[in-house]
């Protein structure tokens, strides 16, 4: 990513959805999960997407998904992500 220019791709993007993010406190991990949903659901023309934790961990690597059921690296059935 030397020189990002918009002629490469670009996320168009709400400029309300965008002041949000910017004032709402996320850990690390949340907010890259957060940019990988924007990514995978506007960067793609849609307003929403099943999106597997499969296809969260490969747009951003940290993410390691826990849940109740159990530790990180369990199979998940997709889930429906709206932005």
Do not use: W
């Amino acid at each position: 990513m030397a020189s990002p220019q918009c002629e490469n791709g670009y996320t168009r993007l709400a400029n309300e959805l965008l002041e949000a993010l910017a004032r709402t406190r996320l850990a690390g991990q949340e907010y890259q999960a957060v940019l990988a949903i924007v990514r995978k659901t506007y960067g793609f023309g849609k307003k929403s997407d099943k999106i597997s934790y499969g296809q969260l961990s490969k747009c951003a690597v940290a993410i390691k998904i826990r849940t109740k059921s159990g530790p990180a690296g369990n199979t998940f059935k997709p889930r429906r992500f709206h932005v």
